[in-house]
């Protein structure tokens, strides 16, 4: 291989494949191949299923566009509809369920293995503030030091129990304690 086709083979391995974006667009006009397909008029009718020329030319007779719909159907589905119209009915309808998704955080709360009774019973209440905006918790126990032994870690996992006990809300364990890194911890939601 000469030198220069080396270089040509190290450019295109080195491309990036994650950070590409395929923007899907609907065919439209011209950019239809396939012959025949179901039409359909501006008004919501269907027209039945003509040839692709014949469609183009009924598109073009009306002032509008040729818009392909559903192009895995047999035969294919195109409708009669101005673009730019389409394109902002679209943009609209995205926008619309984006706002009606209901978008759940985990919380972090972190306790230790000394902690008093009271500062628990405060820790609770934030928990169950959270809870009810309706996101999900995640409790951490932190071990220090000497409390990553093995005989601390039937107390951490009590003190983690007695934590979810203290809520004033009823919860469920969504993940079981587990542990991790420096210590133990569990996943919460409101039922």
Same mark, same amino acid.
């Given at each position: 291989?000469?030198?220069?086709?080396?270089?040509?083979? /190290?450019?295109?391995?080195?491309?990036?494949?994650?950070? !590409?974006?395929? !923007?899907?667009?609907?065919?439209?006009?011209?950019? *239809?191949?396939?012959?025949? %397909?179901?039409?359909?008029?501006?008004?919501?009718?269907?027209?039945?299923?003509?040839? @692709?020329?014949?469609?183009?030319? %009924?598109?073009?007779? /009306?002032?509008?566009?040729?818009?392909?719909?559903?192009?895995?159907?047999?035969?294919?589905?195109?409708?009669?509809?101005?673009?730019?119209?389409?394109?902002?009915?679209?943009?609209? #309808?995205?926008?619309?369920?984006? @706002?009606?998704?209901?978008?759940?955080?985990?919380?972090?709360? +972190? *306790?230790?293995? +000394?902690?008093?009774?009271?500062?628990?019973? @405060?820790?609770?209440? #934030?928990?169950?503030?959270?809870?009810?905006?309706?996101?999900?918790? /995640? %409790?951490?126990?932190?071990?220090?030091?000497?409390?990553?032994?093995? #005989?601390? #870690?039937?107390?951490?996992?009590?003190?983690?129990?007695?934590? !979810?006990?203290?809520?004033?809300?009823?919860?469920?364990?969504?993940?079981?304690?587990? /542990?991790?890194?420096?210590?133990?911890?569990?996943? %919460?939601?409101?039922?």
């Amino acid at each position: 291989m000469p030198p220069a086709a080396a270089k040509c083979v /190290r450019t295109i391995l080195s491309i990036d494949h994650s950070k !590409i974006a395929i !923007i899907k667009q609907p065919r439209v006009n011209n950019q *239809i191949r396939i012959s025949p %397909i179901r039409l359909i008029d501006e008004k919501g009718l269907n027209l039945g299923i003509v040839e @692709t020329y014949q469609a183009l030319e %009924i598109a073009k007779e /009306r002032g509008l566009d040729l818009v392909e719909i559903a192009p895995l159907a047999q035969p294919p589905v195109c409708r009669i509809i101005d673009f730019g119209k389409y394109q902002y009915q679209k943009s609209r #309808q995205g926008k619309g369920q984006k @706002t009606k998704q209901k978008i759940t955080e985990v919380k972090g709360i +972190r *306790i230790s293995l +000394r902690i008093s009774r009271h500062d628990l019973e @405060t820790k609770a209440k #934030q928990t169950e503030k959270f809870l009810q905006k309706g996101n999900k918790i /995640r %409790i951490e126990i932190v071990l220090k030091g000497r409390e990553k032994s093995f #005989q601390f #870690q039937n107390l951490a996992k009590e003190k983690l129990q007695e934590f !979810i006990q203290l809520i004033p809300v009823e919860v469920f364990i969504e993940r079981e304690i587990k /542990r991790e890194g420096r210590g133990f911890n569990v996943i %919460i939601a409101k039922q």
